[in-house]
């Protein structure tokens, strides 16, 4: 494994490498095929290079281990807004994720909802391409519209564009308090109907999920104290028609049940084959009777985590749907089969093809993770 | 500015080319006359003007599409234009272009409170957008202080922002989907009301891409519900460096305003003289807005308020009422208008990291010394976008040219503390041959990259964004008609 201990040294590697390279952060996000090629890993571009909590901004190497920025963040009382999934519960990977590797993924979680993606709060970057050559776009500052924004096109290419050496955040206010509003017994549709209801106040609900096997339904709030409490009050009058409200106020429960939320830890270590759709939240009752399987509603219904049986090609079985599926968890014989990634339009798979060769000519950066 | 000059091999063809379009497309959407083209020479950077060889309006996507086809096929340059508000010469036309305006585009497609989220064609103007949900109680969240005249066109273009941006982000942030025509007349569907598109993200990419990849004609925005209330505090300070460092501990202490705007002393003087909204003469002046329940409000300001006595205020305001909210934004809202009053102004737009305010704003004093040029600041605090506005003659001769010279040096500045060239308003013409001073030429060179994958002839409103040295070999291209 080529392990840079440097952009420039990863440059190098780049421009001289005479076949393809499998990039690696932690290695904890395994998902899509697995690719053929020298590992090269970002683990060695460490550490955080700026911080300042009062311009709420973060810049940090590509390798920087994820739970390091979380500690430096923590310290200030901030923390990244999109709060990233820990893919290791679900796909029983072991190592640490590093930064670049969320960005690589735009992984993001239950607070996507609200605060939106990694790619939101992403403000710049630099890369390698597959040339070799060291790119910089956006920068440090959080409002930026200086040449076009390669840093949105970045997050989520999972390292198909460039390698990540440097990546930069906007971070929030970590809050004072939590608190989780929990109605049972709810059927999907009413699930679906009151989960709009709270997104649709001014009550900021920033988590809205709906676990069909628990029977519950699950809404998040955060911020000051006396803010918690009263907007709580005023979303279980709200949503009184729908059931009996009950809330959680306990900071640690309330950070616990939506940490397993986020990382689908229902489904970890569990029989079957794992699936995200990305849907409008109010076609998600009708989604889930197509999927059949176990599943979890998360962003209000806009996206379904399903359990299939082993080597179920779901896509197939939705046929012609608004969305996408993306499958991340199954073994190799079925990742081998099913694409990863829902295929485009043939007009957008051209431009993305476009594109890749541009910035990768000789189609050396994680060749097929995206498009097989 | 430079404007490359016009290709006479187009201006020779100008009646062959404007006769296919009006062949094609409805008979009004066609603008061809001398005297009726010349309403769109323009922007909203007026110091720059050149009326275009034909403007199209078309009223469909289809229509849209219809000429970029002939276009394409006849080499002709086209610029994307919604309502021509740009400050930074974006939808600025040359001799052989022809303009294509969203203008008569402007219905709403959809509403669906349910999935939080409204579909528009592009025309529509940003203040429009909200007006079509606030019945409901909903609206979209970035708010240009152009947002009456501005349309979603332009704003998706420019990745426009607003005041109220901190707490809600930028237009990138807020859009779902869009549908483009490719310059070749290809339409192509991005996104959509679920989250987040599959693939690489191109709607990132088409956001802020100043009309260069694509012209985009429907849009899927989010849409918010309202909050209960808001309200502002205003604060004075005796020094910029102490109004600075209020804003910084502000943010530290958790609080998250929708808005903190700042306003220097000759930004106060001009405004107070125009609009007498009644603010205390001192060095600087913060107004600080929060949302909430009016319980939630009266806990965030009680903490702000904490703050900023720690850094001695020499005026500490909050309103007490609508009608003192209203006289508190009065001026801010009113600050470019006042400017405009007294003198012709220039607009910048750099943005800077928060922690470099008092330095950057002294040195811009130096520089208005050296340069005899007064500049007035108002800006959005709480991200550090800065709005100086540079005061000139534009009657003197050479004035305009002094006073570009300034804008240009300000701009270094804001690199040179590790800032950028614009936050929210765009390239355009305007900084297009600053763009070397942020960044390298392979950075530059990866950019192009993208339109070239988009439009590989660079007839999409070439001659912006990129310095016209960097981007001639492209733009050159022989093109066969
Ligand atoms: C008084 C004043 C205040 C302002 N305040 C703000 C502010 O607070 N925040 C802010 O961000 N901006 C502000 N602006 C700048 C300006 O209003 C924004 O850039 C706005 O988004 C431009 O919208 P428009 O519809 O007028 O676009 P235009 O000026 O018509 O065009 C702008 C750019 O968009 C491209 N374009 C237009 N339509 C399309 C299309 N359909 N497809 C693709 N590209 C297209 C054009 O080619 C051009 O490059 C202000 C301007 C003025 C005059």
Known sequence: ?372 | MDMPSPDTRILSRKSRIVERLAAALPKAAVIHDDAEVRAYECDALTAYRCPPLAVVLPSSTQEVAIALQICHAEGVPVVPRGSGTSLAGGALPTADSVILGVSRMNRVLETDYDNRFIRVQTGRTNLSVTGAVEQDDFFYAPDPSSQLACAIAGNIAMNSGGAHCLKYGVTTNNLLGVTMVTMAGEILEIGGAHMDAGGYDLLGVICGSEGQLGVVTEATLRILPKPEGARPVLMGFDANEVAGACVSDIIKAGVLPVAIEFMDRPCIEATEAFAKAGYPMCEALLIVEVEGSPAEIDEQLALIKQIAQTHNPVALREAQSEDEAKRIWLGRKSAFGAMGQINDYMCLDGTIPVSSLPYVLRRIGEMSKEYGLGVANVFHAGDGNMHPLILFDANKPGDLELCEAFGADILKLCVEVGGCLTGEHGVGIEKRDLMSVQFAPEDLEAQMRVKDVFDPDWLLNPAKVFPLATSQSRRQRDFAA
């Not at chain 1, 080597?311 to 996408?324: C, N, S, V």
Request: charged content about 20%; glycine content about 12%.
């Open chain 1, 1 to 372: 494994m080529l392990s840079p201990a440097t952009e420039a040294e990863l440059s190098e590697i780049v421009a001289g490498a005479t076949g393809p390279l499998r990039v690696m952060g932690g290695g904890t996000r395994a998902i899509g095929q697995a690719v053929l090629g020298e590992a090269v890993s970002v683990a060695g571009l460490r550490g955080v290079a700026l911080y300042e909590p009062g311009a709420l901004t973060i810049v940090a190497r590509a390798g920087t281990p994820l739970a390091e920025i979380e500690a430096v963040l923590a310290a200030e009382g901030q923390r990244l807004p999109f709060e990233p999934m820990d893919h290791r519960v679900l796909l029983g990977t072991t190592g640490a994720p590093t930064i670049g590797g969320v960005v690589a993924a735009n992984v993001s979680g239950p607070r996507r909802i609200q605060a939106g993606a990694a790619r939101d709060s992403l403000i710049g970057l630099r890369f390698v391409d597959g040339r070799g050559t060291v790119i910089k776009n956006g920068g440090r500052v959080m409002k930026n519209v200086t040449g076009y924004d390669l840093v949105k096109l970045m997050a989520g290419s999972w390292g198909t564009l460039g390698i990540l050496s440097e990546v930069a955040f906007k971070v929030l206010p970590a809050p004072a308090a939590a608190a989780c509003l929990v109605i049972t017994g709810l059927s999907d549709a009413r699930a679906v109907a009151a989960m709009a209801a709270a997104l649709g106040s001014p009550f900021e609900v920033n988590g809205a999920a709906h676990l069909p096997d628990a029977g519950q339904t699950l809404l998040r709030i955060e911020g000051f104290a006396t803010s918690v409490a009263y907007r709580a009050e005023q979303l279980a009058k709200l949503l009184a028609p729908y059931g009996v409200v009950k809330v959680i106020t306990d900071a640690a429960q309330v950070a616990a049940l939506w940490r397993d939320l986020r990382d689908v830890k229902a489904f970890a270590g569990r029989v079957g084959d794992v699936w995200r759709v990305s849907i409008k939240p109010s076609d998600a009752p009708a989604m889930a009777a197509r999927i059949g399987g176990e599943v979890m509603f998360d962003l209000g219904g806009g996206l379904i985590w399903a359990l299939v049986p082993v080597g179920t090609d779901l896509r197939a079985q939705l046929g012609d749907f608004k969305g996408h599926a993306t499958l991340i968890r199954a073994d190799a014989a079925t990742r081998a089969r099913i694409a990863t990634f829902q295929p485009e339009a043939p007009a957008l798979a051209a431009i993305a093809a476009a594109l890749r060769a541009q910035f990768d000519p000789r189609g050396i950066l994680n060749p097929g993770l995206m498009t097989s």
